[in-house]
């Protein structure tokens, strides 16, 4: 598996020319509603999820002072953000919880300069982290955009008025609809289930479209900076543990193997991975990965595992004469073998058990295993050219095991 997108010169152009922040305000939701939200479970109020995940963020640099919304992920400890020009590690940083009254100090631990997302940390705990969605918003979905009123205090308002206009560069960039103010930028856009699609990146006026930067940003160094918070080194080599990118697991990676982490996606790799076509995998390819999976309430470890495969329509063939020890924690395994190419982007997987872009090529066996831990369904895949690498005791999966 290859999650590869071209990002392209120009989505910088595009979001600079979408880059006027007006006044415009999100219609507040009332007091008699925000009573009623906190009696209402978090997990089913979206409204509610965006008041307690949602922070302001003051930047202070040497020539001004910068407020921008955040969102808390990982422990609770960590916050995202867009901060173009000012996010700086050397730059100071406070964090306000609105809805806790929490007034901090935080840093800038890590800046990604093609989408200018910071992810800052806190000692302080700020409030319980948003969860991030597994899959991409439809087109005229409705999104709850967490905020605070810059004009007049430290309310934080939300906005049910934002839908989704459309798409750019596979999905990395969404398109929104609705009036959104300065309070907005960096904030959270949430979906129905009060999870997080993205990051407000620019709000414009009634009847034009404001940007948010998809979850699939975040897989461009600012979840691999989380999941160093949670290394140890053994024998083996250094061991992951993936709590604060939302996978309840724990992957070991060889030495000289790379990573490549999201927020529900993490995968280590060979150094021969990639080949001199980034349609054609080379001989040495070797991956092994860990995702949450894409599912519905109520499906069993087999109904995930036989969808997922037959996803993938006929490029797979199942491998039915070897059988893959589960991993630690797995419930059911299976191996295939790819018979016909196959690649798919993350935007074209839409709705699938594995919502990311997705290569393969004729003769590459690729093991997946299901399993479940605190209600959620994870899906572990190893790959590889080499078919003891996956179904031998000692391969790729013994690498991988779920929390107890």
Request: charged share 20%; with cysteine.
């Amino acid at each position: 598996m290859r999650l590869t997108v071209v990002i392209r010169v120009i989505i910088g152009a595009a979001l600079l020319a979408c880059s006027v922040e007006t006044p415009g305000r999100s219609p507040e939701t009332s007091a008699t509603s925000q009573e009623q939200s906190r009696s209402v479970d978090r997990s089913i109020n979206p409204y509610l999820v965006a008041e307690e995940s949602t922070v302001k963020i003051t930047i202070s640099t040497a020539e001004d002072e910068y407020t921008r919304s955040g969102v808390i992920v990982g422990d609770g400890h960590f916050v995202v953000t867009y901060a173009p020009v000012t996010a700086d590690p050397s730059h100071k940083v406070q964090v306000t919880q609105v809805a806790s009254t929490l007034v901090t100090d935080g840093s800038i631990i890590y800046v990604n300069e093609i989408f200018d997302l910071a992810l800052i940390y806190s000692t302080d705990e700020l409030g319980p982290p948003v969860e991030i969605s597994q899959s991409m918003p439809e087109l005229g979905e409705r999104l709850i955009i967490g905020d605070f009123l810059l004009f007049g205090g430290e309310t934080l308002t939300a906005t049910r008025y934002s839908t989704v206009a459309g798409f750019e560069f596979d999905g990395l960039v969404i398109r929104f609809d609705g009036i959104a103010g300065s309070g907005n930028i960096g904030g959270p856009a949430l979906n129905k289930m009060g999870q997080l699609v993205g990051i407000v990146a620019h709000g414009l006026g009634e009847g034009e479209s404001g940007s948010v930067f998809s979850p699939e940003t975040f897989k461009y160094g600012l979840a691999e900076e989380l999941v160093k918070y949670n290394e140890t080194i053994t024998a083996d080599g250094l061991r992951f543990g993936l709590d604060l990118i939302g996978i309840p697991a724990y992957v070991t990676k060889p030495s000289d193997w790379m990573i490549l982490a999201g927020f529900g996606y993490f995968d280590v790799r060979a150094p021969e991975t990639s080949g001199n076509n980034q349609d054609v995998l080379s001989n040495g390819y070797k991956v092994l990965g860990i995702l949450n999976a894409d599912s519905s309430v109520g499906e069993t470890v087999e109904v995930v595992l036989n969808r997922l495969i037959t996803e993938f329509g006929d490029a797979f063939e199942r491998v039915p004469e070897f059988v893959i020890p589960s991993p630690h924690g797995f419930e059911k395994c299976e191996l295939l073998v790819t018979i016909n190419e196959y690649s798919q982007t993350g935007f074209e997987r839409r709705g699938y058990v594995i919502p990311g872009g997705w290569v393969s090529n004729p003769g590459l066996y690729t093991g997946f295993c299901v399993g479940i831990v605190k209600d959620k369904k994870v899906v572990a895949f190893a790959e590889s050219y080499e078919v003891d690498d996956i179904v031998h005791a000692n391969g790729l999966f013994d690498k991988i095991s779920l929390e107890q």
